[in-house]
T-cell receptor, first 115, second 113 residues
């Protein structure tokens, strides 16, 4: 059973609304990640964090922002949602141990639809 | 450039027949390699990983993969497909030198009754 939780699982919202996707893990992992995935497509890294107060942008440009105030919590926020933000957002975490052995644990995902 | 290529976007096999999902990587360094599975509307689950130990790696649900350095490949196999194996499979490579994780584009596996 995964120890990383994402809420909400599904969200349908109107254009211009502010949304926050929650991600929490109970494994004490230092590294956390947000990936964006369109249906049937590959994953794109949009944000990552290597620890508290550390956040970086990923390979795919995103209008979302993240914060890492606590080790276990890595929320993603969209200040003003647009239809182009419609996608699935996957949160993951990994231990900070041996570099290169980055085993990711994924949450179940948050599927966002912006009307 | 460091990259990972999944050679087939879609593979369809009959139930009970072998499964082969192909993955090649490019690198000058020794990578760590992973296969993840994603069932519809779910997150990704680790199937197996290679981290410079035995080259033949056994994973969950009867899957295994063999690391072949000479061919820069890490193909995923299963002797006998089951209907529950229908899902999207991702090959992932990780490089310690760059502390970077790279996902393949995914292979959708369909199982015919």
């Amino acid at each position: 059973e995964a120890d990383i939780y994402q809420t909400p699982r599904y969200l349908v919202i109107g254009t211009g609304k502010k949304i926050t996707l929650e991600c929490s893990q109970t494994m004490g992992h230092d590294k956390m990640y947000w990936y964006q995935q369109d249906p049937g497509m590959e994953l794109h890294l949009i944000h990552y964090s290597y620890g508290v107060n550390s956040t970086e942008k990923g390979d795919l440009s995103s209008e979302s922002t993240v914060s890492r105030i606590r080790t276990e919590h890595f929320p993603l926020t969209l200040e003003s949602a647009r239809p182009s933000h419609t996608s699935q957002y996957l949160c993951a975490s990994s231990e900070a141990g041996v570099a290169g052995a980055n085993v990711l644990t994924f949450g179940a995902g948050s599927r966002l639809t912006v009307l | 450039a460091q990259s990972v290529t999944q050679l087939d976007s879609h593979v369809s096999v009959s139930e009970g027949t072998p499964v082969l999902l192909r993955c090649n990587y490019s690198s000058s360094y020794s990578p760590s390699l992973f296969w993840y599975v994603q069932h519809p509307n779910k997150g990704l689950q680790l199937l197996l990983k290679y981290t410079s130990a035995a080259t033949l790696v056994k994973g969950i649900n009867g899957f295994e993969a063999e690391f072949k350095k000479s061919e820069t490949s890490f193909h995923l196999t299963k002797p006998s497909a089951h209907m529950s194996d229908a899902a999207e499979y991702f090959c992932v490579v990780s490089y310690s030198s760059a502390s970077k994780i790279i996902f393949g584009s995914g292979t959708r596996l369909s199982i015919r009754p």
